[in-house]
Nanobody, 129 residues
Framework: EVRLAESGGASVQARGSLKLSCAFS????????MAWFRQAPGKEREGVAG???????????VKGRFAISVEASDVDAGNGTLYLEMNNLEPEDSGIYYC???????????????????WGQGTQVIVSS
């Protein structure tokens, strides 16, 4: 069973930094497509950063400020951690951040909610001005 568990959310001041983590298990590291999404109160969930097949995609709102990366810890078990490093945070970056995964996602869908069947429970980020 695929498991995703986010952590690292916190309350920070504007222009601060945070690094989110998403521990995953039972994923094929040879066919790994993962992404970070966020959802602010009253708004739809939106894609922030995604990767797959050696390609990385960022939403325009976070380009130059956020960085996605992944680290494998146990290739046989399909375990590892997905990261989202966030710098120069703005109040508009506040929300619940989710990680998502699938074994294949087309390039045009890397930041689309409907493309991912596996999701974590989320971690909250609050950025105050």
């Amino acid at each position: 069973e695929v498991r995703l568990a986010e952590s690292g959310g916190a309350s920070v001041q504007a222009r601060g930094s945070l690094k989110l983590s998403c521990a995953f298990s039972q994923l094929s590291l040879k066919r790994l497509y993962m992404a970070w999404f966020r959802q602010a109160p009253g708004k739809e969930r939106e894609g922030v950063a995604g990767f797959g097949k050696g390609e990385i995609t960022y939403a325009d709102a976070v380009k130059g400020r956020f960085a996605i990366s992944v680290e494998a810890s146990d290739v046989d078990a399909g375990n590892g951690t997905l990261y989202l490093e966030m710098n120069n945070l703005e109040p508009e970056d506040s929300g619940i951040y989710y990680c998502a995964a699938d074994s294949w996602v087309g390039a045009s869908a890397r930041l689309k909610v409907h493309a991912y069947p596996w999701w974590g429970q989320g971690t909250q980020v609050i950025v105050s001005s």
